[in-house]
């Protein structure tokens, strides 16, 4: 296979949407703003009851729709299938990307790892408050990834995974309606994922009562 090293290392951004006509502007905005682009940029639309087909096409983006919602772990599924970099990064539509999250993350992008990652803040989208300083000990990630992703689960927004290993692996579980992300993760470790962590905060998750994270009667 081609040998990809730091910034040379074509990099997938990849959208699952359901219902984010609202933040969808303010996502790619953000995206488009990395000093270091993506290699492309990718949406599916997991069967929206609003306008967020007419306004990822307003802005641009290939969207594939999906006509009927499956949930997130399906969605990711068939983005991950579309990809056509070495390397992915899913991120929500609710989520902004943090300005220096391509320029401090891409260069770990080499053949000697298979998931880069960060630390993380999840926020009150409210009053901008901190919820959760999300941080992982880099050495023990490293050393011994299974271990530490029992103890600190890991999101999607806070890691670039390597294509060959999330498809050797078969991607997120798609009977799971939450936490597949932590799910896809520890997965990756017990597969022997080599993990790459920078211990700086380049990520952010906003917190709404009204996410589909919040209703765990739902997701229970």
């Known amino acids: 296979p081609p040998r990809h090293h730091g910034m ?77 970099s070495p390397w992915l990064h899913f991120q929500d539509a609710d989520d902004p990307l943090h300005p220096e999250f391509m320029a401090r993350l891409a260069p770990l992008c080499s053949n000697d790892f ?3 990652s960060c630390n993380s803040d999840w926020v009150d989208a409210a009053n901008g408050r901190v919820h959760v300083a999300w941080r992982y000990d880099a050495e023990r990630l490293e050393r011994s990834p299974a271990a530490e992703l029992l103890l600190n ?42 993990f790459r962590h920078m211990p700086e905060v380049l990520a952010v998750s906003l917190r709404r009562s009204d996410s589909f994270s919040h209703d765990y009667r739902k997701n229970g």
């Open 153 to 194: 689960p890991m999101s999607f927004h806070v890691s670039l995974i390597r294509s060959a290993l999330w498809q050797q692996v078969g991607g997120c579980d798609p009977t799971l309606s939450m936490w597949e992300d932590a799910d896809l993760h520890f997965r990756l470790a017990l597969a022997g994922g080599r």
């Open 8 to 84: 040379n290392a074509p990099i997938s951004v990849l959208i699952p949407c359901y219902n984010e006509a609202a933040y969808l502007p303010r996502l790619v905005a953000t995206v488009r703003a990395q000093t270091r682009p993506f290699a492309e940029i990718l949406c599916y639309d997991d069967g929206s009851a609003d306008d967020t087909v007419s306004v990822a096409r307003s802005l641009g983006l290939a969207i594939v729709s999906g006509h009927s919602n499956r949930g997130a772990a399906t969605a990711r599924n068939e983005l991950a299938r579309r990809a056509t």
């Open 114 to 116: 298979d998931v880069v």
